[in-house]
């Protein structure tokens, strides 16, 4: 069984920086891709950044030139800067971690972009 934990989220003004963590313990074989998504209220959960096991990363065309994805496989986690944060980034956050044929999902982390 594989546990993620998330850190890092918060209020921040708009412009403003943030970076999440999520954590990945218990039986991990091999890690395979690693992504963020999120969800605005009343809204679906999309799709914000991946990661692969070789570092090659995608993002959502919202996000892309603010948002850097990044992976420290010796500490199995998975990271989101985010930068020039904007009301509209205000979201739960979630990380996803794919692993052997499966996939688990953070707890989530809430991000809020307010003045």
């Known amino acids: 069984q594989v546990q993620l934990v998330e850190s890092g989220g918060g209020l921040v003004q708009p412009g403003g920086s943030l970076k999440l963590s999520c954590a990945a313990s218990?039986?991990?074989?091999?890690?395979?891709?690693m992504a963020w998504y999120r969800q605005a209220p009343g809204k679906e959960r999309d799709l914000v950044a991946t990661i692969t096991s070789d570092s090659m990363t995608q993002y959502a065309g919202s996000v892309a030139g603010r948002f850097t994805i990044s992976r420290d496989n010796a500490k199995n986690t998975v990271y989101l800067q985010m930068n020039s944060l904007k009301p509209e980034d205000t979201a739960v956050y979630y990380c996803r971690v794919y692993y052997t044929s499966t996939s688990v999902w953070g707890q989530g982390t809430q991000v809020t972009v307010s003045s």
């Open positions: 218990g039986s991990i074989f091999r890690i395979n891709t």
